[in-house]
Nanobody
């Protein structure tokens, strides 16, 4: 059974930084794309970033481009999201996801999901 577990969320002031981690276990995880999505109360799940298996291809949502950086360490089976210059509008539950099918920007591209970690940015 594939499991994804996020960590690193919390409360931070606007302009601050946080680093999220996503640890995966179970299953066979070769050639798997991974991504981050977020969902704020009353809003649809939003694409944040995605990274290919080798890490050479990354995608970012327009609202986080230039502020967030996605990376992965396949030996440690962990993916990261470095979030800098945080804004109150970044407040959301952040979800880790994995896909055996494609590197995509839509939640339907992903097969596995973590439980989410709360990020709250105060003004």
């Amino acid at each position: 059974q594939v499991q994804l577990v996020e960590s690193g969320g919390g409360l931070v002031q606007a302009g601050g930084s946080l680093r999220l981690s996503c640890a995966r276990s179970g299953g066979t995880f070769s050639n798997v794309a991974m991504g981050w999505f977020r969902q704020a109360p009353g809003k649809e799940r939003e694409f944040v970033a995605a990274i290919a298996w080798g890490g050479s291809i990354t995608y970012y949502g327009d609202s986080v481009k230039g502020r967030f950086t996605i990376s992965r360490d396949n030996d440690r089976k962990t993916m990261y999201l470095q979030m800098n210059s945080l804004k109150p509008e970044d407040t959301a539950v952040y979800y880790c996801s994995a896909s055996r099918r494609r590197l995509g920007r839509d939640f339907s591209d992903y097969d596995y999901w973590g439980q989410g970690t709360q990020v709250t940015v105060s003004s």
